[in-house]
C-alpha cells in the first residue's frame, strides 16, 4: 500500500458561501467608502463653483445698478432734469420686466402634464395582477 498525505481539511460549501457573502460585503463597504471620498471631493468643487456663480452674479446686479445710473446721468446730460432721467430708466425698467413676465407667463401655458407616462403606469398594477 502507498504512502497518502492527509488531505487537508477540504472547506464546506457553506463555509464557502459564508465566506463569500462576507467577502461581497467587505467589498460593497469599500465601494461606499470610495464613493463618499469621491463625493466630498465633488461636493467641494461643485460648492466652489456655486459661490462663485452666487458672486458672479452679486457682481452683474451691481453692474446693473451702475450702468442704470450711468443711464439716468446720461438722459440729465441731454437737458432733462436728473429726476426725469432716473423715472425714464425705471419706466424702461418696468417695461423689460412685464416683457419678461409675459414671455415666461406663455412658456408656462404650454406645460402639459406626462400623459403616456400616466397611462403607462396605471396599466401596471394590471400587468401585475395578470390582467390584460
Known amino acids: 500500500m502507498a504512502y497518502q498525505e492527509p488531505a487537508g481539511e477540504e472547506p464546506t460549501i457553506g463555509k464557502l458561501v459564508v465566506d463569500a457573502f462576507d467577502d461581497i460585503g467587505t467589498l460593497i463597504k469599500h465601494i461606499i467608502e470610495l464613493a463618499k471620498s469621491e463625493l466630498k471631493v465633488s461636493v467641494r468643487a461643485g460648492g466652489l463653483g456655486i459661490a462663485l456663480f452666487v ?3 452679486f457682481v452683474g446686479l ?6 442704470s445710473f450711468a443711464a439716468a446721468f446720461f438722459i440729465a446730460m441731454a ?4 429726476a426725469w432721467g432716473f423715472l425714464i430708466v425705471f419706466g424702461a425698467y418696468v417695461v423689460l420686466a412685464g416683457l419678461l ?3 415666461g407667463y406663455l412658456k408656462i401655458r404650454k406645460v402639459r402634464a406626462p400623459e403616456r407616462t400616466m397611462a403607462q403606469a396605471a396599466e401596471v398594477p394590471r400587468a401585475l395582477t395578470g390582467h390584460s
Open 62 to 67: 451691481l453692474s446693473i445698478i451702475m450702468i
Open 55 to 57: 458672486l458672479a452674479g
Open 101 to 103: 413676465g409675459f414671455v
Open 79 to 82: 437737458g432733462l432734469d436728473i
